[in-house]
């Protein structure tokens, strides 16, 4: 059995266990894995009629279902600004932490952090696609819907995931985390193909808005050590948020990175002002009523989100890039989801359209893996 470790300390106090979850392999792993521990694990019939089941609104409970639906699929991105091409890993929901931003608190109608236990099952379905088109450059990440390793210790995916991944040349997994839970990558012998990358934010909003995260401290300690087992690493500036002395804050936090990691062995670093449904705007009054995030003016952009102003945008983006830029030239920097026009005012090129983003990133993953 492999043992909990550290895992005991991360808020994770039942496991409520579907009863369509009991038969599968990665149920069996996790039930494994918290033998003799204190989490508790509890079954429950499935909530999908909408009844109230006790634990089910709760960040500090698991909830084991099956998924039905597809593994892989496209990152929803919009037809009305550049996108980056990225196809997710669907392998659950939510997280145990609790950032006030989190958008997906309007995507999901209950914050427990939820995971998908049909997965090895089905992951010969996600080979047949990648395995079916050799010439195509497929980025992968499993960190859009939930954080990719805030559960790794108890869930495992990183065990079997490298090994699917390190042994196809058209893949790579991007492992999207704001923890330090790197024990399960550094455990195993993959490198070639993984990227491991870190939400950054000032360290103002880390402590104010980010509740239940690492702090950016340990963050970058855990960069580093990555770096130094051999792996490619990666960050996202996201979201960026305007708020008291951001230019000092943000400052702070690229002079951390300069510090702790090598720029050299950073296959990319995205940039992305804050943008929420409006829909959000209420829940985060109603479960974060400190939070400062959506106070101050948004216009409503073309794909329905609210965002900044254009030219505050433009000129958060233009600060962090050129700051960015005195540290190293050759960052892989780019923007999540902008227009042509806000490109060539903050970084002065465009990839122009989704393609050509898709292009720049295919390369970077070409300069870094070969
Ligand atoms: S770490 Fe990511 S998934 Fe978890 S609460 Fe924060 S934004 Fe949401």
Same mark, same amino acid.
């Given at each position: ?13 039942? !496991? ?6 009991e038969?599968?392999? &990665? ?6 894995? #918290?033998k003799?521990?204190?989490?508790k ?8 009629e909408g009844?109230r ?6 960040? /500090?409970? &698991?909830y084991?279902?099956? +998924? ?5 699929k496209p990152?929803?991105?919009t037809k ?7 196809q997710i890993?669907?392998l659950? /929901? ?7 931003y989190? !958008?997906?608190?309007a ?8 995971? +998908? ?5 089905r ?5 047949q696609? $990648? ?12 960190? @859009?819907?939930m954080?990719? $390793? ?5 869930? *495992? ?7 699917? %991944?390190?042994?196809?040349?058209? /893949?790579?997994?991007?492992f ?18 993984? %990227? #491991? ?9 880390v ?5 239940? /995260? ?17 792996? #490619?690493?990666g960050?996202?500036l996201?979201p !960026? ?5 951001w230019?000092?804050?943000y ?5 951390? &990175?300069?510090?702790? #990691? ?5 296959i =990319?670093?995205?940039?992305?002002c804050l ?6 705007k209420?829940? !985060? ?12 003016e948004?216009?409503?952009g ?8 254009r ?11 050129g700051?960015l *830029? ?7 920097l780019?923007?999540?989801? @902008?227009?042509?026009? %806000? =490109?060539?005012?903050? &970084?002065? =090129? ?5 393609? *050509?983003?898709?292009?720049y ?10």
């Open positions: 059995m492999v043992g909990l470790g550290k895992y005991e300390k991360l808020p994770v106090k039942e !496991i409520l266990l579907e009863e369509n979850a038969l599968s392999a &990665l149920t069996a792993e996790i039930l494994n894995r #918290v003799g521990s204190s989490v694990v509890r079954r429950i019939k499935e909530d999908r009844r089941v006790k634990g089910l609104d709760s960040k /500090t409970s &698991l084991l279902t099956p +998924f039905p639906g597809a593994l892989l990152c929803p991105g009305a600004y550049i996108c980056c091409g990225y890993l669907h659950g /929901t939510n997280c145990p932490m609790d950032c006030a989190c !958008i997906l608190q995507y999901f109608d209950r914050p427990r952090p939820t995971v +998908f236990t049909n997965i090895w099952e992951l010969r379905e996600v080979a696609i $990648l395995d079916a088109q050799p010439a195509r450059v497929f980025r992968l990440g499993t960190g @859009e819907f954080d990719s $390793l805030a559960l790794d210790p108890l869930v *495992g995916w990183s065990r079997t995931l490298m090994p699917f %991944v390190s042994s196809r040349k058209n /893949t790579i997994l991007e999207k985390t704001k923890t330090d839970r790197i024990e399960g990558l550094l455990s195993s012998d993959s490198r070639d193909r993984i %990227v #491991v990358s870190w939400s950054l934010n000032s360290p103002d909003i402590a104010s808005e980010e509740r239940g /995260t690492s702090g950016l401290r340990k963050r970058l300690e855990s960069a580093r050590r990555c770096q130094e087992e051999g792996f #490619v690493v960050f996202h996201d !960026i948020i305007r708020h008291e002395d230019r000092d804050q400052a702070r936090t690229i002079e951390m &990175l300069d510090k702790f #990691v090598r720029p050299d062995r950073i =990319w670093i995205s940039m992305g943008r929420y449904v409006p829909q959000l209420s829940i !985060i009054r109603k479960r974060h009523p400190k939070s400062g995030v959506v106070d101050g948004f216009i409503r073309l794909d329905g989100k609210m965002r900044y102003f030219p505050l945008r433009a000129e958060m983006y233009a600060h962090l890039a700051t *830029g005195e540290w190293s030239k050759d960052l892989g780019y923007l999540c989801m @902008e227009s042509h026009e %806000v =490109w060539l005012e903050s &970084l002065g =090129w465009s990839p122009m359209d989704s393609a *050509g983003l898709s292009a990133l295919d390369e970077r993953v070409a300069k870094l893996f070969g």
